[in-house]
């Protein structure tokens, strides 16, 4: 039995013949002790994966190595155990690695996505206190935090932040109060209904065919409609 130290990498676009000659040391240990952080062992699980995805038009020497970091992943699934120490640090949440994949690009409807959520919140911000001097029961509100105590109260809230919203308070979005009253009536059913009727689906739809405003009205629905907003206010 031979003991070893095993280092994983995501960068798989390199030389290779590291990951040729981990797969042969490994095949040589049958039977012995492979030392690794937990770190490099996932690392190189998610170099396994990539490969898969982005070595079918490489040259074939980079084909081959990707053929070893499978092969190697495979008789780590096949043939090894794992035996973990200080198990309740290597699992906690805190731990977890987060490995980007592709090339870097900006998140889906950057930056309106983050500067609609915080118009948002500043809406409810100036809602719940309002709010919860009629409601001291369903709303808390002070100098640190603001809370939604129960269903209601997040039916309450919804359904003012929607009014707000079509009243062209939110200041991505203010050209709403320029729409008809049949769009405007069914925006709001849109925005504020978990299941909205058919006929207001249509209605929105048809009326903000453009990306922009499908995506705006989209990201509201999820955090009105869906309850996402209130979902975040009402835990501690």
């Known amino acids: 039995m031979c003991p070893g130290w095993f280092v994983g990498s995501t960068d798989i676009s390199t030389t290779p013949l590291p990951g040729h000659l981990e797969f042969l040391l490994l095949q040589e240990m049958r039977g012995g002790i492979v030392l690794c952080e ?13 490969s898969t ?22 008789l780590f699934d096949k043939d090894s155990r794992d035996v973990i120490d200080e198990s309740d640090v290597v699992f906690s949440t805190k731990s977890e ?7 870097k690009q900006t998140a889906d409807f950057s930056p309106w996505r983050r ?9 409810a911000a100036e809602t719940i206190p309002k709010l919860s001097q009629q409601y001291p ?6 100098s640190k935090r603001i809370r939604v105590l129960d ?21 991505e979005f203010s050209h709403v109060t320029g729409q008809e009253a049949h769009i405007r009536e069914a925006m709001l059913q849109y925005v504020l209904e978990a299941e909205p009727a058919a006929d207001a689906i249509a209605t929105v739809e048809e009326s903000f065919r453009r990306a922009h405003g499908n995506q705006i009205l989209l990201l509201l629905r999820g955090l009105i409609g869906r309850g ?8 501690r």
């Open 38 to 50: 937990p770190e490099s062992l996932l690392s190189f699980k998610l170099s396994a994966l990539e």
């Open 53 to 74: 995805l982005g070595g079918k038009d490489e040259a074939t020497s980079v084909q081959d190595h990707f053929r070893s970091i499978l092969e190697t992943q495979y």
């Open 97 to 103: 690695l987060t490995y980007t994949m592709g090339q």
């Open 115 to 123: 500067r609609l959520i915080e118009s948002i919140l500043g809406l």
């Open 137 to 142: 029961d369903k709303f808390e509100a002070d």
């Open 151 to 171: 269903r209601s109260a997040s039916r309450m809230l919804a359904e003012q932040l929607a009014q707000r919203i079509l009243d062209g308070e939110l200041p």
């Open 228 to 235: 996402v907003l209130s979902h975040s206010l009402r835990k």
